[in-house]
């Protein structure tokens, strides 16, 4: 029977170490190109570099001010993060805990912008900031961005999962709700707050639609904007795009693998009731 049990386990992970494979593909393929002579791509040999050309590197982030855009990224990524942060905990404080007049269909309102494709609020936000005079600035890439329905809703959902009796603990101490979400609720929800940054900086991180329709100058272009461009003007080149795409990637990589628990908790909080 040992043997029987064996065998499905082998099968799956097999079908596993495929999948895996399979994904990992596009980016072994990046990896790889990274490091080939420009002639060598087309050559349609090996997909081994002949010779590593580790040189392509820095000829490659150097040819376009990337140390600017990596740090408009750092800024941008920090700030939405940070931002969502803020106003998600304390929106989903409100909606968990105080008992206020249409507190439900707010709430369900909230909820239905969601479906709203982000495509079709572009022009109005864009608009708005262009009436601001905040096109090509900081604040013009990072208001719009500083609130996530879909962050209101994670906290939301873990606040009701704290216990009523340490906030009645508190309440009986005289503390406001105010106090008791700072002192009692936000600390007992680190998990989710640890998870909600998570996601929003790496959602920042790799935005490409907003940052490109509201930036105008090299100096505050972002990571993907700089790639979209250095495409346009290396487009023959493939291993300085993809040695440029293999430096977009990495900090993120790194992020994940140090804090994947979070993405992991993310996917079991979103079933939280």
Known sequence: MADHGIAPRMARGLLLAGACLVMASPF?????????????????????????RWSNYPEALTAQPFARYFLNSLVFATAVAAGQVATSATAGYAFARIDFPGRNGLFMLFLSTMMVPAVVVLIPRFLVIDALDWIDTYQGLISTELVSVWGIFLMRQYFRTVPRELEDAARVDGAGHLRIFWSVGL?????????????????????????????????????????????????INWPYQMAAGVAAVLPIALLFLFTQRYFVRGIQLEGIR
């Not at 791509?41 to 570099?49: A, E, H, R, T, W």
């Open 28 to 52: 072994l393929w990046m990896g790889l190109t990274s490091l080939m002579g420009q002639l060598e791509v087309f050559s349609g040999g090996s997909m081994l570099p002949r010779v590593p």
């Open 187 to 235: 600390p007992l929800a680190k998990p989710a707050v640890a998870t909600l940054a998570l996601f929003a900086f790496v959602d920042a991180w790799k935005n490409l639609l907003w940052p490109l329709l509201v930036t105008r100058s090299m100096e505050m272009r972002v990571v993907e904007v700089g790639i979209a461009a250095f495409h346009s003007t290396y487009e």
